[in-house]
């Protein structure tokens, strides 16, 4: 049996299947976060209660990676670059939020290729959002 390939249906797993899931995804989001709020490019775009800013990245990383469209049930359409256009977000700040999410991702998750093939995913999301330059940034 291949491990990549959902038995009952033949299709490629997702990596949200491959990962283990809710659990895992659950898991990043809370390794995640402590390091974002503690990040000084990241800390000053989110709010104080980050809990709920925590509950959507649940749900959106579970939609993103193949897992049940929580996000778009709970949210509507993701529109993630129009959700996010009001943040100054630098190429800097994308760069930050990625090492964060690296470092939550190698902290959980056993399967290097498979953290590395997520992390890909995520890159080109990150620095689609970047709608900032760094000198617009420190005005």
């Known amino acids: ?14 990596y949200y299947e491959q990962v283990g899931g809710a659990p895992t995804i659950r898991a990043v989001v809370e390794a995640f976060y402590p390091r974002v709020v503690e990040h000084p490019l990241l800390a000053p775009l989110f709010p104080e209660d ?5 509950d959507k990245q649940e749900m959106f990383l ?9 996000y778009t049930m709970k949210e509507g359409h ?30 959980v998750i ?17 620095y689609f959002f970047v709608n900032t330059d760094e000198q617009e940034a420190d005005m």
Not at 1 to 11: A, K, V
Not at 62 to 70: E, I, R
Not at 100 to 106: E, I, N, P
């Open 1 to 14: 049996m291949n491990p990549e390939h959902n038995q009952s249906t033949e299709r490629p797993m997702s």
């Open 50 to 54: 980050i809990d709920p800013v925590m």
């Open 62 to 70: 579970t939609q993103y990676f193949g897992g049940p469209q929580l």
């Open 78 to 107: 993701p529109r993630m670059r129009a959700r996010h256009i009001r943040f100054p977000i630098t190429p800097d700040r994308a760069t930050a939020w990625l090492s964060c999410m690296q470092q939550a991702m190698d902290e």
């Open 110 to 126: 056993e399967d290097k290729m498979l953290r590395e093939q997520m992390m890909e995913r995520l890159a080109m999301t990150a």
